[in-house]
Every structure is written in C-alpha cells, then in structure tokens.
C-alpha cells in the first residue's frame, strides 16, 4: 500500500556515420531506447549529425548559477579523485551539435577549423557545408535556491 510503480523512460544518445535514411556515408544522430521486451530500440533523430558534446555547468557556490563548464570526466566531478569538491552541483548542461549537409556541393569547400566545447576540429577541407548549433538547458532538478 505504501509503494508506488512508475514508467521507467532512459534514452542514449550517439552519433553514427551512417544514417537510415540516406545511407551508408552520411552521419545522424540516433537515440537507443529502453522499450518493452525489454529491448532496446535504435532510432534516427536527425540525419546529417557529425558531432554531438555536452558540457555539465557547474555551480560552486550555492547561488544554483553555473559558475563554470566542465566537461563529464572532469576531475571535480569524479569522487576520490583529489580535485573532487563535493559541493559542486550540476546545475545546466550545454549541447553542440556540428551539422554537415547530405550532399557535397561543387564549388564550395570547406576550410573552416570548428572550436567547442574544448574540442578542435581541423578544417575538413570538402565540399560539404557545416553548422554549429548550441543551447544551454537550466536543469530544473536542482536544489531550490537558499
């Protein structure tokens, strides 16, 4: 009588070089997902994604504003680690997605170096056009404000 049953939703998120619906070649962003069985469900989310990172934004003050962005294997996040603070909380994550078209377009190529989210990507030099997208989502799981 105390218990309660709730639906269990988990997702993970990769990058794959090949996409279901154009084809071998041409990178998409694919989730897997816990579905009944249970199994797990591969499904494209948006073709043409080369890069997907994140970065967790982390407030070490209290204020619940990210003071900083770190990335997920950053030594203040991993408990007995001596850099570890455990005050640190995860307060906003920032997303980058590198977006490439589907076909190459003559004429154009692409010299352009992509720096984010601590990555540096060389000029790829092909006739692709690419965009870099980013948002900054507020969790809204965090500890109200004092």
Do not use: C
């Amino acid at each position: 009588p105390a218990a309660q049953t709730f639906a269990l939703v988990a997702h993970g998120y990769h990058v794959s070089p090949d996409s279901t619906r154009f084809g071998a070649g041409v990178p998409s962003l694919r989730r897997q997902t816990l579905v009944d069985g249970p199994a797990i469900e591969d499904q494209e989310v948006l073709s043409g994604v080369e890069d997907f990172q994140f970065q967790f934004g982390i407030d070490t003050d209290g204020d619940l504003d990210a003071n900083r962005y770190v990335n997920a294997n950053n030594p203040m996040l991993v408990p007995g680690d001596p850099a570890f603070d455990p005050n640190a909380q995860i307060v906003s994550v920032r997303i980058w997605l590198r977006m490439r078209t589907i076909h190459p377009e003559q004429g154009h190529t692409d010299t352009s170096a992509y720096v984010y989210a601590d990555h540096n990507t060389p000029a790829p030099n092909d006739n692709f056009r690419r965009l870099v997208v980013s948002k900054t989502i507020q969790l809204r799981n965090t500890k109200e404000r004092v």
